[in-house]
């Protein structure tokens, strides 16, 4: 017999121990920015947000990186009038306001650096409270690590803007194990941002232990795989413009047939829920231990929909078993460095 689909209501989990709830499905906002995803459309943006929050989806995330601000000011808009329905999550310490700390790229002829001093985080934080359109963010979260900067400082200056009733929690993201326990010497930490996914799961022997010791939350970007897990991607597929996929060696031909392969082993158990595959890879995800949010992003209402349906599904425990097996199958040598 099917196993039956349990469809309810969006599921909620706890974020650490900041007295937050939100969404399993988090809404990212990175393609939103346009920059590296080949250009945006803001109206279908910012319906996308929308129609995120309209499904159920509370947990919005974002950066100054995306786009300059761009991404901020879309969700900013958003929001509006709505402030009270979602978890806001936006970040600090990629910078262009000073070259101080480490160079780290070139944005829209912009020079980008990681820097995470405390000036530089006051004046961030007020600048993206501006692009946001609020007095406070629900989530703070160190975008990626500065080496000149001592955590303590950091972290120092964090947990002022908590007092000041700025943020409600404090995040790192692209962080080490050491990072991670630097950060909570410091200070209370209530999440992490890191890339996971079924291609990218080496954080579950290092960081998601920390996690479950010190009771972080943790959201998990680039879920599908910057697309690749989505099932829309296939070996005819065209990248163009600056879309940061186009010389990925990811995208290969040769690997996007390997994911189809694995993409096809799953179908079945896809289908006995009415899911789309990129529903079932998020709603895996989802079910892995450690794994609090999944971050998926979308451009477009159907997307956000599609996205948040994922939320409300939880697949049986002999789905999950198949599915992991048909990864060590397909994917477990996956190989997407460089040629050489």
Known sequence: ????????????RPMGSSGISASVIGLGTWAM??????GGDDKSSIDAVRASIDSGVTL????????????EKLVGEAVKGRRDEVVLATKCGLVWHTDKGNYF???????????????????EAEQSLKR???????????HWQDSTTPIAETMDALLTLKKQGKIRAIGISNASPEDFRAYVAAGQLDAIQECYSMLDRGIEHTLLPLCKQYDVAMLSYSTLALGLLSGKIG?????????????????????????????QSIQDIAKVHNLSIAQTVIAWTLAQPGITYALCGARNVKQAAENADAGMVKLAGNELDQITQAIKHHLENFDDTEST
Do not use: C
Request: hydrophobic share 35%.
């Open 1 to 12: 017999m099917a196993n039956q689909t349990i469809r309810n209501k969006m599921q909620l």
């Open 33 to 38: 920015g346009g920059w590296k995803w080949g």
């Open 60 to 71: 919005i995330d974002t950066a100054p990186a995306y786009g300059l601000g761009r991404s």
């Open 105 to 123: 790229l070139d944005e829209d002829g912009k020079k980008v650096h990681r820097y995470l001093g405390r000036e530089a985080i006051f004046y």
């Open 132 to 142: 946001l359109g609020t007095d406070y963010i629900d989530l703070y979260i160190t």
């Open 235 to 263: 070996p005819d597929r065209v990248f163009e413009g600056d879309d940061l996929r186009l010389k990925n060696p990811r995208f290969s031909i040769e690997n996007r047939l390997k994911i189809q392969g694995f993409l």
